[in-house]
């Protein structure tokens, strides 16, 4: 996917915008509503990632103009003010979402598809492995033309596998893409959630392996 | 030197008189004789006022009193001039006891007891009148032939004068102004009510009237037939004889009414005691006796509506005039010119 | 100790109405007296004048009427006495000769009135000059005419008095009147103080109360305060918006690096502290968070802003919103509402308790489980009920829960500051609801929110 990342703190933009290069999409950076809106008439985005407050102005006076230009864009506003009165402004003046800084990328990624989904969604976000078709904005997995639904863990737990096929992902790291990290974990938590994800894949040539004493791994036959 | 002991005499007579000071006719004294007494100055007679003073000691008998009769001169004189400390003072004399009361010499008298009198029988709360008395005129034995009717006003009594000045020639008495006090005042107020006054003046001078001191001597002359016509006699003299003996006839033009008057002078030493017997005067009971004792109706408002004839002598300072010095010399020398006729 | 301003304006009024009538028992007391003593002054005159054109010589020397009608006639106003003297050269004629004379000699035409005591009472006395001519000699002849002055005195004192009760009848019928002028006077200070309390708590505009002249200064210094009362508030606005902002952003960075730097690291000790560090942060976050969120309570639940509000689609929206949390543990969410509840509200506050509930439901439930959200009327008031299948709410009384910083002894292992419910439970009082914390039956916590509907 492609986002467009409106923020003026040069440090928040490039740790978010180096995250969400990790989990494999591409980040345009703006740092004022100028360059958003050079960026915006330059390329098309799937996504806008949009702060508040913004050296040449307030981010809900873009939103309004964006929503007036009838520009289909979704926007996911990011607030670092005061929770409660900035979300009511910025859920009226026409963001799809927001959320708050300090956020959980697992959470804003869950959000990304929430509003992607709501629009309609975008084909280019289905992945293929072996015989699997996966569309996490649908989450929904097909296995030889069988659609099977998947809960959001197991959509989360599968997209750590295929952004990595065929390499060993230690437990740990299952529980830190998999859970919040001020949430208690118990220990056999991966395992149940692999064995639940090995089960929305039966009958399709990839599997799960178990790599014992390392962690997990996405093979195909 | 019989006229030089009887002009000792009279000078003996003349400083016993100022040493003992004013002139009394009479000195009573009843009740206990060791109380202190309540000590009364007055002009009239005893048994005119002893039903009400008996009455009074009955009721009082700790009470003593002593009874005084003077003179209404030498009753004002006594008050007035030497202050004698009398407790109470009752005088027909009207203007001196205005005169009394005008100058200060008076002490007030009981509020409650001058409630309910009329305005003509007081004068502040200084002079009360106790008793009211006409001044009638009297005709004696054969002062009318019998066909004629007794005169009802001034004009027609000077009518039977003039008519009949043979009859009358010598037989008219009235006061002598100069001399009486009484007289004096019946006089003024004669004049001062009407004009026929003085064309009865010149009738009665023409015809050689008798001029008198008092009213007892009138009556005497006219019970013996000395006089027939008695004209300003006092009521309750007249009304104290057998009517058989003369006319009493209250004029209806007007008929003067005296009032008899008290007062509580400032000298008294019994004023508690003289305002109680003053009181008693002035109830229903005390009036009632001095009205059977004077043989006339008690002080009562009522007496004038029912005889529109009476007028009571004005109780107020207007009195003072009668007894101003020039004033009177004035209207004695109007009554001379019209009594003597050229 | 305050003093009541219409009972201060009417003692005033009473005290001036005492006033005025003791005032107008005076003035009338000396003015008729006066008056009274010019009238008898008058007629003693005319009575002098009247006497001395008596005089008259005759062959004797000077004779006088003494005229006994006027005195009569002064002396029947009030029952005065009289007093007189006639004096001819130096010569008394007639009268009192002790009568004091006057010490200006009148002429022959004014009168001269003097007032001397005389035998135990004052006494008024008209002094009339006249000449006489006895024997071819004009001799000045001097009348003086005197009464007392009692019962023209006791007139007067009664009229006084009658004036007094006059006054004293004002002086009572002033003590409804004075109460009505008191409700009068302070009315316009009632209307004012009523606009005032009238208006919405974010109306900070300054009053424009058509006021009398007298309350303009009231009014101006209440302008200046509404002033700086709104550039405090507005600064507080602000302040709370910046804070949030300043503690934000920087534990966004701190968090995100510590999450990139959690992915790239493969030393297990390290990753262990980077995802320390990231609790850390979230606690800090949440902390911040919901101070800020608590101190926007506090300061609202002062002025509520109050707006016509749908309770029902209210919870719809915090719920959908909190859909995402929810999600990222497989919670399903249930929302069963009960449309439309109408209610007057803050939505501000609102929205804090019900995303405070919510959020707690979702924080406190284990995965794979459900949360049931429904609100209906019930009576007067709206209840919302949030229900979870969480640890429950241990051994704490569900009281102690919503006070300030308080947390439950089962719930150190998640993160939270203890406001939470603080919040709730404030919001819900401001809005002049309830809110209620129980176990659930088969475990787990229902939160009760009850909010006035309208």
């Known amino acids: 996917m492609r986002f467009l990342l409106v923020e003026d703190n040069a440090d928040l933009a490039a740790s978010v915008a180096a995250r969400l290069s990790m989990d494999g999409h591409a980040v345009d950076q703006a740092a004022s509503l100028a360059e958003a809106e050079d960026c915006l008439g330059a390329a098309s985005y799937d996504l806008i990632l949009l702060d508040i407050m913004l050296p040449d102005g307030d981010g809900r006076d873009f939103l309004s103009r964006h929503r007036a230009a009838e520009r289909e864009t979704p926007v996911i ?17 026409g963001a799809d979402d927001y959320i708050t800084k300090p956020f959980d990328f697992a959470e804003l990624e869950a959000r990304c598809r929430a509003v992607l989904r709501r629009r309609g969604g975008a084909a280019q976000t289905r992945r293929s492995f072996a015989d699997l078709t996966f569309d996490p904005l649908a989450a929904t997995l097909v296995v030889a033309g069988d659609s099977r639904d998947l809960r959001s ?44 994800l090995r089960k929305k894949m039966t009958g399709s040539r990839a599997r799960i392996e178990t790599v014992r004493g390392l962690g997990y791994r996405l093979t195909a036959d | 030197m019989r006229q030089v ?4 005499v009279l000078t003996l007579l003349a400083s016993l008189r100022a040493a003992m000071g004013f002139e009394i006719e009479d000195d009573l004294r009843f009740g206990p004789p060791d109380a202190t007494p309540l000590e009364i100055l007055s002009t009239t007679d005893f048994v005119i006022l002893e039903p009400v003073i008996t009455a009074y000691l009955q009721q009082n008998p700790a009470r003593s009193l002593r009874y005084v009769v003077a003179s209404s001169q030498e009753v004002y004189r006594a008050i007035a001039e030497e202050h004698r400390a009398f407790d109470v003072v009752i005088s027909s004399a009207m203007d001196l006891q205005m ?32 008793a009211q008395e006409p001044v009638v005129l009297i005709l004696g034995k054969g002062a009318l032939a019998a066909q004629e009717t007794p005169p009802s006003t001034r004009r027609e009594l000077l009518a039977l004068l003039r008519d009949n000045a043979d009859r009358f020639e010598g037989k008219i008495g009235s006061y002598d102004p100069a001399v009486s006090g009484a007289g004096y005042l019946f006089a003024a107020q004669d004049a001062r009510l009407s004009d026929t006054f003085w064309r009865l003046a010149e009738v009665m001078g023409r015809m050689n009237a008798r001029l008198y001191c008092c009213s007892s001597d009138m009556i005497d002359d006219l019970r013996t037939g000395t006089l027939l016509v008695g004209y300003n006699v006092l009521g309750s003299y007249a009304m104290a004889w057998a009517k058989d003996d003369f006319q009493v006839i209250e004029l209806e033009d007007y008929t003067l009414t005296l009032l008899r008057t008290a007062l509580i002078p400032k000298s008294a030493n019994e004023a508690e005691g003289a305002a109680d017997f003053i009181r008693f005067l002035l109830s229903d009971n005390g009036k009632a006796l001095i009205a059977r004792g004077a043989g006339l109706p008690a002080i009562e408002a009522a007496a004038f509506d029912r005889n529109t004839h009476l007028r009571p002598i004005r109780l107020d300072p207007g009195l003072l005039a009668a007894l101003d010095r020039v004033t009177r010399q004035r209207f004695l020398e109007e009554w001379r010119a019209a009594m003597v006729q050229p | 100790m305050a003093v009541s301003l219409r009972r201060r304006l009417v003692w005033q009024l009473l005290a001036l109405s005492a006033i005025l009538s003791v005032a107008l028992f005076v003035a009338v007391r000396i003015g008729a007296e006066r008056a009274s003593e010019v009238t008898m002054d008058a007629i003693l005159g005319a009575a002098a004048q009247n006497m001395a054109e008596e005089l008259r010589v005759s062959d004797g020397g000077v004779g006088i009427d003494v005229p006994s009608g006027t005195f009569s006639m002064l002396a029947a106003m009030g029952e005065e006495r009289i007093f007189y003297r006639v004096d001819v050269g130096q010569l008394t004629v007639t009268g009192y000769e002790d009568l004091p004379l006057p010490e200006k000699v009148p002429t022959a035409l004014v009168p001269v009135f003097y007032t001397v005591p005389f035998r135990d009472a004052e006494v008024r006395i008209a002094a009339v000059a006249r000449s006489v001519r006895i024997e071819k000699t004009l001799r000045p002849a001097l009348v003086l005419l005197g009464q007392t002055r009692e019962g023209q005195r006791s007139i007067a004192a009664e009229l006084a008095n009658r004036a007094a009760l006059l006054g004293m009848a004002v002086f009572l019928a002033a003590i409804p009147i004075s109460l009505f002028v008191a409700r009068g006077l302070i009315r316009p200070i009632d209307s004012l103080a009523e606009a005032v309390e009238r208006r919405g708590p974010r109306d900070l505009r300054p009053v424009r109360h058509p006021a009398p002249t007298e309350l303009l200064p009231l009014v101006t210094a209440l302008n200046r305060f509404i002033g700086r009362l709104r550039g405090t508030l507005s ?48 606690d800090a976050a949440r902390s911040a968070g919901q101070l800020l969120d608590h101190a926007t309570v506090l300061y609202r639940a002062e002025q509520a802003d109050l707006a016509k509000i749908d309770l029902a689609e209210m919870v719809r929206a915090v719920a959908n919103r909190l859909h995402a949390a929810a999600e990222m543990k497989d919670i399903d969410l249930q929302i069963t509402v009960e449309e439309p509840l109408p209610a007057e509200g803050d939505a501000v506050l609102i929205e804090a308790a019900l995303r405070n509930i919510i959020d707690n439901a979702i924080k406190y439930s284990p995965s794979d489980t459900r949360v049931e959200i429904s609100a209906h009327r019930i009576g007067k008031n709206g209840e919302i009920l949030v229900m979870d299948r969480g640890r429950g709410i241990g051994a704490a009384s569900p009281e102690l829960l919503k006070r ?45 929110l009850l909010l006035p509907l309208s």
């Open chain 3, 235 to 282: 600064q507080t606005e602000t302040f709370i918006a910046e804070a949030a902002h300043h503690i934000r952003t920087p534990l966004a960075i701190m968090r995100n690096e510590a999450e990139l730097a959690l992915r790239q690291s493969e030393s297990e000790a390290a990753r262990d502290r980077l995802r320390r560090l990231i609790r850390g942060a979230d």
């Open chain 1, 77 to 93: 506003v990011m607030t670092a003010r005061s929770a409660i009165t900035d979300r009511v402004d910025a859920l009226d003046t």
């Open chain 2, 99 to 130: 005169k009394l009361a005008n100058d200060g010499l008076a002490t007030p008298l009981p509020a409650e007891a001058l409630r309910g009198l009329p305005a003509w029988a007081r004068w502040r709360d200084l002079l009360v009148a106790v």
């Open chain 3, 404 to 448: 300030r910083f308080r947390r439950g002894e089962n719930v150190a292992d998640v993160a939270g500051s203890g406001l939470g419910l603080t919040i709730v439970a404030e919001a819900a009082e401001a809005m002049g609801g309830h809110f209620e914390l129980f176990a659930r039956e088969g475990g787990g916590t229902c939160a009760k």
């Open chain 2, 5 to 8: 002991a009887f002009a000792a």
């Open chain 1, 153 to 196: 863990r197991e959509v989360r737990l599968l997209e750590v596998f295929l952004n990595a096929p065929g390499r060993i992902l230690a437990k740990e790291h299952l529980i830190d893409r998999l859970f919040s990290f001020s949430e208690p974990v118990s220990d056999n938590a991966v395992e149940v959630y692999v064995a639940r």
